[in-house]
């Protein structure tokens, strides 16, 4: 048994009930190893949890996503070793000093890797991953539309799909952010607070209805990316940051011209370890060749965990925020 320090939800709610403070760690049990924590990614899921829209029963502690050394391992365990350096995007309590984590989501961050990259690179590279390979097989010629283009997810989605030849029409709330995701390639960009028909300017600036759009701001963008589409384009929703789409009439998509429309999640791309480990692979490659930049737009100790969600929340981030132990 060792003691920790943590970020608890006290109670399902608001920033206020971010609390930090000492818990016990027991031994790692069999099929788990133990892991001092460098840095803890800080992402939407974990607001969803904190608010209790996502499975999480209080008092717990936050975060998805981190990236540590290993310090023991438990009974049964061949893959990892003390000294291992990991990551995860999928795994509880992160937001700690000193977790316990079973195996199957941990990868091995390589050498060339920063631990604390790797906590900002993984929940949110594998999943611009997977929207731009397995989502949407994109590639040249395509048209894709990326919400919040200078955000976690969004920046790496824009860079990813450059890569592949794509064109991109990027949104952002203002001209600071939308010059970043001109910086990493977008072809069009739109201030889509200042638009009065969003779907009309993505479709002057594409010239043409985009073959495929990326949502993950949800309520507030859902409607104009619907409208956005050529005819059988496909709308992938995969979040909701400004909130949840309300209940949707499929007649739409046959008055759209026959579109698509998918909700998909990380996990269930992640079906088991090969893909896995081929998307963080492909991630860490990308980063290390210098072709994937992540940007940490904020670097927070565990004690301002609160701070780090509000400005997440209230639109002040770009690029990915992270939690560390200490200043
Ligand atoms: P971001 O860094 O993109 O931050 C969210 C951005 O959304 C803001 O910076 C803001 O950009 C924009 N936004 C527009 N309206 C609002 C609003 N009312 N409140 C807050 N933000 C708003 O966050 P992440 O990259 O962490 O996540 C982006 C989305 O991706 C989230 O919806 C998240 O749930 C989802 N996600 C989904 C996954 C999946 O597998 N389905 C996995 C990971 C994330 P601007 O100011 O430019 O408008």
Redesign the pocket.
Known sequence: MTTARGVFVREHGEHDVLEVREHDVPDPGPGEVQVRVAAAGV???DV?RRQGIYPGQPPFVLGDEGAGTVTAVGEGVTAFAVGDRVGWAQANGSESTLVNQPVEPLVTVPDGVDLEIAAAAL??GM?AH?LANSTYAAGPGDVALV????????QLLVQLLVAKGTTVVA????SE?LEIARRLGAAHLIN??EVPDLAAAVREAAGRGVDVAYD???K??FDASLASLRPRGLMVL??????QVPPFDLQRLNAGGSLFVTR???AD?LGDRSELEWRAREVFEAIAAGSLTIEVGGRYPFDQAAEAYAA????R????LILVPSG
């Open positions: 992402n939407f899921i969803y929940l949110q999943t997977y919400h919040a283009a200078a955000g976690g997810v969004g949104t952002a709330g203002s952010k889509y607070a993950g701001v949800g507030a963008t995969f979040g909701g940051a400004s909130g998909p999640k990380l791309h997440l929340e209230g639109r981030t770009t690029g990915k």
